[in-house]
């Protein structure tokens, strides 16, 4: 079964302050995203990854950093956290088309 | 104007009844199109696939029309356990084919 996991389901971080979240999925697969997701918005591509030390821009990156060292493990850091980046935060791996998410950290920026 | 849009509903039907979602795109060069599940405070979760041919899976029918870039999803003597978001998906954002775009999604509430 494939498997996408994320390293807290709920995470509360005071304004400022480093985050790091963290992504491994099981499957090989060279494509990971993360994605934010807010009521009314969908989910939005913050940054994406083809490849080991590879990484993309999404739609929204401003505030966000990633890190690709292995194949399994794609990072989000939010490196001054700030309360409207109070949200949820998707990671995906995927083929081609299919993706498969994580379940997901509901990060509180106070 | 989004991407890819959708009535957000809420749709609250009775079970057994027939429900329709649509979804427009404005990409026209998007090559794939798929529709997702996403219960509540879960993740997505790929529902089906949409050809130009239309498919169907047991209950779901999905149905594509390039012209008019419009997406539909029909769930026929829908269920309770059909409760949930339903977002609209397509590819190609960026000119890449593996990188998706997500509708904000169509809430779906089957009543007993």
């Known amino acids: 079964d494939v498997k996408v996991t994320q390293s807290s389901r709920y995470l509360v971080k005071r304004t400022g302050e480093k985050v790091f979240l963290e992504c491994v999925q099981d499957?090989?697969?060279?494509?990971m995203f993360w994605y934010r997701q807010d009521p009314g918005l969908g989910l939005r591509l913050i940054y994406f990854?083809?490849?080991?030390?590879?990484?993309e821009k999404g739609d929204i990156p401003e505030g966000y950093s990633v890190s690709r060292e292995k194949k399994e493990r794609f990072s989000l850091i939010l490196e001054s956290a700030s309360t409207n980046q109070t949200s949820m935060y998707l990671c995906a791996g995927g083929g081609t088309y299919e993706q498969y998410f994580g379940p997901g950290t509901r990060l509180t920026v106070t | 104007r989004k991407e890819v849009e959708q009535d957000p509903g809420p749709f609250n039907v009775p079970e057994g009844a027939t429900v329709a979602f649509n979804c427009t795109y404005s990409n026209s060069a998007s090559q794939s199109f798929f529709w997702y599940r996403q219960d509540c405070r879960k993740e997505p979760k790929l529902l089906m696939s949409?050809?130009?041919s239309g498919n169907e899976d047991g209950r779901f029918t999905a149905q594509l029309n390039r012209a008019s870039q419009y997406i539909s999803l029909l769930i026929r003597d829908s269920k309770l356990s059909d409760s949930a978001t339903y977002l609209c998906v397509v590819s190609g954002r960026g000119g890449s084919a593996r990188q998706l775009t997500f509708g904000s999604g169509t809430q779906l509430t089957v009543l007993p």
């Open positions: 499957m090989d697969h060279e494509n």
């Open positions: 990854s083809y490849d080991v030390k590879m990484k």
């Open positions: 949409v050809y130009s």
